[in-house]
């Protein structure tokens, strides 16, 4: 029963370095996402996609790439890290209109 | 501009009393509404939760309440167990699709 995996569960960056966050689900879901929390201000949506070949940009969007191949990968790329995305990342997936989002474990990074 | 809101960031309450968690939100095209539940060091869990079209919904030791009116949502949970310690995370949905969440209510319940 494996949902929503995501990997690393933690990663310390320096300055500048860009790396991919991964994200799989094996529920056949059109809708993922990532979203970032950090402390006093819940989770904000950074990107999500309704479909293969399809993504938009959340309320938080500036220093993430995203792509969507397959129904089940959707990758979140950090281009060029700074200390202002140290937070814990969760990918999450829905079926369409199915009105219920199922989170990852998280990812903890941390951008020295 | 933040859609939904939680203005309690943390809560205490004894073992065996009611816990309340409020939420409003902004935007009047939400038409479905969710609870999480989030344990320290893992990703957010779905608890429950209720359509625009209901005021209300149970599911044993937890309600939530809705006020369209209002633009107001609550969790009751009763009674409470040092099990409910968490983060909780009211979220609104439009069809289903993109999700907002509010910025979380620490429970903590005193054994």
């Known amino acids: 029963n494996a949902g929503v995996t995501q990997t690393p569960k933690f990663q310390v960056l320096k300055t500048g370095q860009s790396m991919t966050l991964q994200c799989a689900q094996d529920?056949?879901?059109?809708?993922m996402s990532w979203y970032r929390q950090d402390p006093g201000m819940g989770l904000r949506l950074i990107h999500y996609?309704?479909?293969?070949?399809?993504?938009d940009q959340g309320e938080v969007p500036n220093g993430y790439n995203v792509s969507r191949s397959t129904t089940e990968d959707f990758p979140l790329r950090l281009l060029s890290a700074a200390p202002s995305q140290t937070s814990v990342y969760f990918c999450a997936s829905s079926s369409q209109g199915g009105n219920t989002i199922y989170f990852g474990e998280g990812s903890w990074l941390t951008v020295v | 501009d933040q859609q939904v809101k939680q203005n309690s960031p943390s809560l205490s309450v004894q073992e065996g009393r009611i816990s309340i968690l409020n939420c409003d939100y902004t935007?009047?095209?939400?038409?479905?509404f969710l609870w999480y539940k989030k344990y320290p060091a893992e990703g957010p869990t779905f608890l429950i939760s209720i359509s625009s079209i209901k005021d209300k919904n149970e599911d044993g030791r937890f309600t939530v309440f809705l006020n369209k009116s209002a633009k107001h949502l609550s969790l009751h949970i009763v009674p409470s167990q040092p099990g409910d310690s968490a983060v909780y995370f009211c979220a609104a949905s439009i069809t289903g699709n993109q999700f907002y969440f509010g910025t979380g209510t620490s429970l903590t319940v005193i054994p």
């Open positions: 529920m056949n879901h059109e809708y």
């Open positions: 996609s309704v479909g293969a070949g399809i993504t």
């Open positions: 935007n009047s095209m939400f038409d479905y």
